[in-house]
């Protein structure tokens, strides 16, 4: 194909299309790039999923490129999903407000336009830090500043731009300590390149790389492993626990001092947008605060979304996707008997969403840790179930809040029991009376949900030091809630045994296993074989709930 010396409108499309196409490739790649040894990293799908929402947006907009402009611009807004996207957002729509109104976009056009995306970038972050997907566009824009003031072609001022952004990401982990620990480059920087890879693709036909290289954490990672200083001590997270996230109807003269008080009870907050419409994340253990801080200043916040980064899990995205492609919940109230009182629960898997109808549950929601409902999903469900009275069991924390919202939207009684697993949604069903009004069950079910001690199993997705030793990847580590990684083996079974040892303490009478997807029969009679030897007078209860990533959920009440 030729090499293109001008960007028109078509290309600026085919770019964004490719380069939507080609994060949702290397999602996998860049969501392994966390600080965390479990899979818990999602800057890769929430990048891809904000491009899903240019892409559709571009679809619907009219062809010329002042349209095309409008529709980057109010999809990567309306779209944004997490830090990353947020900030992606703001790097596409700083681009688009340069080239928007330009006949011809050469290469010091697109020089001017990356400029501007790291300005944007910038602009959004209240507190900026360095190491970071930040670094990586303002210092692709300098690249691009410098060829282009040479009189470089298109292709030569992107070429440039990226070779400086691939020095800059290879050099994240010197500017943050967590990366450098973590044997990792930044997630966000590994993203953004591929924009400059798409559009060298599409200005010059040079390959996508494939999702093992590139932006991949291969050999950034076998790089900065093979270099990192090894460090005793605990995994260095944010003690941030809440990622909240929400559109804010809010006069621009206000919104400074929205930042400001945002960064009062958090951080990595970004807010974009403009005309009175914005676009907010946050980082905060005080969830309500965050979204108060909005009607306090006469803003009107909506489209909430509330994630636990503790418990996040983001290869669990692209399993449960395909959910999104069908009904997120039963429709219930045809032909569903009439009761007092019905639930509406959250599952993480077709097991678990049968056993729960088993328990007498008329909406079944699909969500969990990753792919949280929406108020409307629930709401729906809330609606369709045959009761005017409705328990709601989250089971997730980050849906909790979600969840207390649906009372005001609705003439039904809702009452939510602030269950954190699908262990303690079983306790919780085990005393659920249809025939009893919302408040009694709510106080029966969270008190018996509240009787459970949790964990799960799942692998570590790379090496890593904790208060309990050195984690290497592969390893299987058992997790329990408040207490973080009690037990971690080689095998599946060391791993389960630790942590079963960890939460079947004196007083505790009955177990419950839950096997997920990952699971098999041997490692199941393995299991039992330990409870049987070790723990004899405890009664054991199996249940199949086919949850991904983690192979088995443990309740011990």
């Given at each position: 194909?030729?090499?293109?010396?001008?960007?028109?409108?078509?290309?600026?499309?085919?770019?964004?299309?490719?380069?939507?196409?080609?994060?949702?490739?290397?999602?996998?790649?860049?969501?392994?790039?966390?600080?965390?040894?479990?899979?818990?990293?999602?800057?890769?799908?929430?990048?891809?999923?904000?491009?899903?929402?240019?892409?559709?947006?571009?679809?619907?907009?009219?062809?010329?490129?002042?349209?095309?402009?409008?529709?980057?611009?109010?999809?990567?807004?309306?779209?944004?999903?997490?830090?990353?996207?947020?900030?992606?957002?703001?790097?596409?729509?700083?681009?688009?407000?340069?080239?928007?109104?330009?006949?011809?976009?050469?290469?010091?056009?697109?020089?001017?336009?990356?400029?501007?995306?790291?300005?944007?970038?910038?602009?959004?972050?209240?507190?900026?830090?360095?190491?970071?997907?930040?670094?990586?566009?303002?210092?692709?824009?300098?690249?691009?500043?410098?060829?282009?003031?040479?009189?470089?072609?298109?292709?030569?001022?992107?070429?440039?731009?990226?070779?400086?952004?691939?020095?800059?990401?290879?050099?994240?982990?010197d500017q943050l300590p967590v990366l450098k620990d973590a044997g990792v480059v930044d997630a966000g920087g590994a993203g953004y390149l591929l924009f400059l890879d798409s559009a060298l693709f599409v200005v010059d036909g040079e390959p996508l790389p494939l999702a093992d290289e590139g932006a991949g954490p291969s050999a950034a990672q076998l790089e900065l492993v093979s270099r990192r200083h090894t460090t005793d001590g605990s995994v260095?997270?944010?003690?941030?626990?809440?990622?909240?996230?929400?559109?804010?109807?809010?006069?621009?003269?206000?919104?400074?001092?929205?930042?400001?008080?945002?960064?009062?009870?958090?951080?990595?907050?970004?807010?974009?947008?403009?005309?009175?419409?914005?676009?907010?994340?946050?980082?905060?253990?005080?969830?309500?605060?965050?979204?108060?801080?909005?009607?306090?200043?006469?803003?009107?916040?909506?489209?909430?979304?509330?994630?636990?980064?503790?418990?996040?899990?983001?290869d669990e995205h692209a399993v449960r996707e395909a959910a999104l492609h069908g009904s997120r919940h039963s429709a219930a109230g045809f032909g569903l008997p009439a009761v007092t009182c019905a639930v509406v629960a959250v599952a993480s898997g077709d097991g678990l969403a049968e056993l729960f109808g088993q328990l007498g549950v008329q909406g079944v929601v699909t969500g969990g840790q990753t792919l949280n409902p929406s108020t409307a999903?629930?709401?729906?469900?809330?609606?369709?179930?045959?009761?005017?009275?409705?328990?709601?069991?989250?089971?997730?924390?980050?849906?909790?809040?979600?969840?207390?919202?649906?009372?005001?939207?609705?003439?039904?009684?809702?009452?939510?029991?602030?269950?954190?697993?699908?262990?303690?949604?079983?306790?919780?069903?085990?005393?659920?009376?249809?025939?009893?009004?919302?408040?009694?069950?709510?106080?029966?079910?969270?008190?018996?949900?509240?009787?459970?001690?949790?964990?799960?199993?799942?692998?570590?997705?790379?090496?890593?030091?904790?208060?309990?030793?050195?984690?290497?990847?592969?390893?299987?580590?058992?997790?329990?809630?408040?207490?973080?990684?009690?037990?971690?083996?080689?095998?599946?079974?060391?791993?389960?045994?630790?942590?079963?040892?960890?939460?079947?303490?004196?007083?505790?009478?009955?177990?419950?296993?839950?096997?997920?997807?990952?699971?098999?029969?041997?490692?199941?009679?393995?299991?039992?074989?330990?409870?049987?030897?070790?723990?004899?007078?405890?009664?054991?209860?199996?249940?199949?709930?086919?949850?991904?990533?983690?192979?088995?959920?443990?309740?011990?009440?």
């Open positions: 194909m030729p090499t293109l010396e001008l960007l028109d409108v078509d290309a600026l499309r085919e770019t964004l299309t490719t380069f939507r196409d080609v994060v949702r490739a290397h999602a996998a790649d860049i969501n392994r790039l966390n600080v965390y040894p479990v899979p818990d990293g999602d800057t890769g799908t929430n990048m891809a999923r904000t491009l899903d929402a240019v892409v559709a947006e571009m679809a619907g907009a009219g062809p010329g490129l002042d349209a095309t402009c409008d529709a980057i611009a109010h999809g990567s807004l309306m779209g944004a999903r997490g830090n990353s996207g947020v900030i992606l957002s703001q790097v596409l729509r700083g681009l688009v407000s340069t080239l928007r109104g330009h006949r011809e976009v050469t290469g010091t056009t697109i020089a001017t336009a990356l400029t501007a995306s790291s300005a944007a970038a910038y602009t959004a972050v209240l507190k900026p830090i360095e190491g970071t997907i930040l670094t990586v566009v303002r210092e692709s824009a300098a690249g691009a500043e410098r060829a282009a003031a040479d009189g470089a072609s298109l292709s030569e001022v992107l070429r440039a731009a990226r070779d400086a952004g691939r020095v800059a990401l290879a050099a994240t982990p260095d997270v944010s003690e941030q626990r809440y990622e909240v996230m929400y559109f804010v109807d809010l006069a621009d003269d206000r919104i400074e001092e929205f930042k400001q008080s945002w960064g009062e009870i958090g951080d990595s907050i970004v807010v974009v947008g403009g005309d009175g419409l914005w676009n907010c994340h946050v980082h905060t253990n005080d969830i309500g605060a965050a979204i108060e801080t909005a009607l306090q200043l006469d803003g009107r916040p909506k489209q909430i979304r509330v994630t636990d980064l503790f418990e996040e899990v983001a999903e629930l709401l729906a469900a809330v609606e369709a179930v045959n009761a005017d009275h409705v328990v709601v069991l989250p089971n997730n924390k980050n849906i909790i809040p979600v969840a207390e919202q649906l009372h005001s939207l609705t003439t039904k009684t809702v009452r939510v029991v602030p269950s954190t697993s699908m262990p303690a949604a079983l306790a919780a069903l085990v005393v659920y009376d249809p025939e009893a009004d919302a408040d009694a069950n709510l106080e029966e079910m969270t008190e018996a949900a509240q009787s459970v001690a949790t964990g799960e199993i799942t692998r570590a997705v790379r090496d890593t030091n904790t208060d309990i030793g050195s984690i290497t990847a592969g390893d299987w580590i058992g997790i329990v809630r408040g207490d973080g990684i009690v037990s971690v083996s080689g095998s599946l079974d060391g791993a389960a045994f630790g942590l079963l040892d960890h939460l079947i303490t004196p007083g505790r009478e009955i177990v419950t296993v839950i096997t997920g997807a990952d699971s098999n029969a041997a490692h199941t009679d393995a299991l039992l074989a330990w409870l049987h030897e070790n723990r004899s007078d405890v009664q054991v209860e199996v249940h199949r709930g086919g949850q991904p990533l983690y192979p088995y959920l443990f309740g011990v009440e």
